[in-house]
């Protein structure tokens, strides 16, 4: 059996194991993304490569635009977050609790992507409230944390998107406005406070969404901005309740499930995995698991950050 389903059953596992106990809610995530745990990557420390720089593997699409033509189109807004202790990066907190899981993230992914393209990734879930907002706008944050790197994060949520509200921003124009036809790329686009950390909000409500987001205009604007990011994130609805995530999931190089640990349940979770291609899907994220469950050198990755003189990973 892959790791990935290992990881649907341990969250099973989890699940049944508490069954009637209170288990507390907590900001832990556990990444489980495949290939298995490597050390550290190099490529990935001290990255300093141009978002626009092609890599071997990755396709190359001519862009119309530039850099300049972002900065100089693209709105900058002031970012407020109701609960700023979710959005784990934007706070200047680099040691905040679950960012050093989001970091494995992004190691594990940069790994992933020496072996095949990947660049627009799709996080969703089987059902609703799972994390997946919070795992697409945390990771885009993580991405953006190395230097010269830039990620644009899509809210592709357009049933209840979350995203600007979890932000703090405005949610049009955005998404759905220029899958309409209304709106061009860079007047959808906003940034705020994270340098290189660009957002696409979900737009004006959208009568109809799955077939908005089958209308092939979505291609489209990927091909066109794809060239000016180092990882486009895309938000989804659940997998299980709406076919817009394994529509979108034909846009994106892979895609990213979140498995709530003592909820989502197994057989769910496994039907959300068959809506996409082994292929596509690259990795499970184990959200809110319990700290004790944590394996030991989390721990003491924890306990050796309390010393004073300890250098940050
Ligand atoms: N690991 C976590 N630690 C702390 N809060 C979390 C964690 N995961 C999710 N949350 C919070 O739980 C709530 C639901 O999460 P989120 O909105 O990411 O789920 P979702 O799967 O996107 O839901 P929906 O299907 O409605 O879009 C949010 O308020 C989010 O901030
Ligand atoms: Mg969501």
Avoid at 261 to 284: M, W, Y
Wanted: net charge neutral.
């Amino acid at each position: 059996m892959s790791r990935i389903h290992e990881a649907l059953k341990k969250a099973e596992q989890e699940r049944a194991a508490t069954q009637g106990g209170a288990v507390q809610p907590n900001f832990a995530t556990t990444p489980v993304a495949e290939p298995p745990v490597f050390a550290e990557n190099p490529s990935e420390e001290g990255a300093t490569a141009s978002p626009a720089t092609a890599r071997p593997g990755m396709p190359a699409f001519a862009s119309p635009f530039n850099t300049d033509t972002l900065l100089a189109r693209c709105a900058q807004l002031e970012w407020k977050p109701p609960d700023p202790t979710t959005m784990l990066f934007l706070n200047g907190d680099d040691g905040a609790r679950g960012t050093e899981e989001f970091r494995t993230l992004r190691s594990r992914l940069y790994h992933l992507r020496e072996k095949m393209p990947l660049k627009k990734l799709l996080i969703t879930s089987a059902e609703p409230k799972e994390g997946k907002s919070f795992t697409s706008s945390n990771l885009a944050q993580v991405m953006v944390r190395q230097h010269g790197r830039r990620a644009l994060l899509i809210d592709a949520d357009l049933r209840n998107p979350r995203l600007d509200t979890m932000l703090g921003t405005t949610s049009d124009p955005g998404l759905s406005d220029y899958l309409l036809g209304k709106n061009d790329e860079f007047s959808i686009m906003q940034r705020g406070p994270l340098e290189n950390l660009f957002f696409i909000a979900s737009g004006t409500k959208a009568a109809d969404p799955a077939e908005l987001v089958g209308n092939g205009r979505l291609k489209l604007l990927l091909q066109r901005v794809e060239p000016l990011f180092d990882w486009i994130i895309i938000d989804s609805p659940p997998a299980v309740w709406f076919s817009d995530a394994s529509v979108l999931a034909k846009a994106c190089d892979g895609v990213l499930m979140v498995v709530k640990s003592n909820s989502t349940p197994f057989e769910k979770a496994r039907k959300a995995r068959q809506e996409f291609p082994d292929q596509t899907l690259v990795g499970v994220v184990l959200n809110g698991t319990r700290e004790e469950a944590l394996p030991y050198d989390r721990y003491y990755y924890e306990s050796y950050q309390k010393k004073p003189t300890t250098a940050k990973a």
